[in-house]
């Protein structure tokens, strides 16, 4: 069984989340094929997946939004790259039809949640199961002017599929499918907390240590914002993060986010899904930096205060320094999400794929 996977490259939320569904299934169903088509890069999907087996094609099947910064969008740019995709893509097709034919193999579609994945499906007439906690649809239309007939193109793409696993924290998915819902898709960490802080030399409290990302683009933050919160010590991914602050560790490169949440009480993030899903799970509170010009970050920022403890933040308080950390975190309205969704998702597709064999 070949699973081929219409990966985004919007973003590495996208890829985390895939990852973590795509090792349950390998657990289930150790024999099959899984093969990742994105732009997303070979050493991040490696240290993604971990000891999973996978294949790369090198395909883009989405734009998503282009960014700004990480807290900021470019519509210009985006339209400017859909255009191009929507040029190249007739070739791709060509190629990636012929490749999966060549593999004589019972091929199941994923894809998350790149639209094109439809025109493989017409092409194969294989199961095309959508994931995800939004559509392009729903992000391109607020957008308005030019945007509406490519939110269209995408919803017209969606409503092709043939079933739709839907992640929390979403957004209307309104494409006529049969839908499957999903707890929380995050991973499981691979190290111990006494191996973390061994190795980063660390032995601070888990209240006082404190983990910063702003997703694979970065934030520059000045060093002197670190010097007001001294008794605090700050993990950060992103070098930039001003590594050079006395109270600032540097997240080693073969580690995910997830490892250190471990050892962390809170976290400074933007609106991303998979933050959100791994600090949830792993008992985190999130101190959310409000995001411009993306229409699914009201959704998770609604979506946090009802199931997470929190703290809000404006892009103003994030850069002079106005982190809150002194204060309590806000307890949510809400019940708490369920911590199985990527053994639910992938319990969906080995039932899939199990059909979709049967069926050849």
Request: aromatic share 8%; with cysteine.
């Amino acid at each position: 069984m070949l699973i081929y996977v219409c990966l985004s490259g919007h973003g590495y939320g996208h890829g985390s989340r895939v990852a973590s569904v795509l090792s349950c299934l390998h657990a289930l169903e150790p024999t099959w094929r899984l093969v990742l088509s994105t732009p997303l890069s070979q050493d991040f999907l490696s240290l993604a997946m971990g000891q999973v087996p996978f294949e790369l094609r090198s395909c883009r099947w989405d734009v998503g939004v282009i960014q700004a910064d990480a807290l900021g969008a470019d519509p210009e740019a985006t339209l400017e790259a859909l255009e191009q995709l929507e040029r190249q893509l007739p070739a791709q097709l060509d190629d990636e039809v012929d490749w999966i034919c060549a593999q004589a193999e019972p091929v199941l579609l994923l894809s998350d949640v790149a639209p094109a994945a439809a025109g493989l499906r017409q092409r194969l007439g294989a199961p095309l199961i959508w994931m995800g906690n939004f559509g392009w649809d729903v992000i391109y239309r607020p957008m308005g002017g030019a945007f509406v007939p490519w939110a269209e193109h995408c919803l017209q793409a969606y409503r092709q599929g043939t079933a739709l696993i839907a992640c929390p924290l979403n957004m209307e998915m309104p494409w006529g499918l049969p839908s499957v819902p999903v707890g929380l898709t995050a991973g499981r960490p691979r190290c111990t907390p006494e191996q973390i802080r061994q190795r980063l030399g660390l032995s601070g409290p888990r209240e006082r240590t404190i983990l910063m990302g702003f997703g694979g683009m970065g934030l520059s933050l000045a060093h002197a914002l670190f010097g007001r919160w001294p008794s605090f010590q700050f993990l950060v991914s992103d070098p930039g993060l001003a590594a050079s602050a006395p109270n600032v560790t540097v997240v080693p490169s073969d580690w995910r986010p997830l490892e250190v949440m471990q050892i962390c009480s809170r976290v400074i993030t933007k609106p991303g899904y998979s933050t959100f899903c791994e600090a949830l799970s792993q008992g985190l509170g999130v101190h959310l930096v409000h995001r411009e010009g993306f229409a699914e970050a009201p959704v998770l920022e609604a979506a946090l205060q009802r199931h997470g403890r929190h703290r809000l933040l404006s892009r103003a308080q994030l850069e002079a320094g106005d982190w809150q950390l002194d204060q309590p975190l806000l307890a949510p309205t809400g019940q708490p999400l369920t911590a199985h969704g990527a053994e639910e998702a992938a319990a969906f597709l080995q039932a899939q794929g199990l059909r979709a064999n049967f069926d050849v």
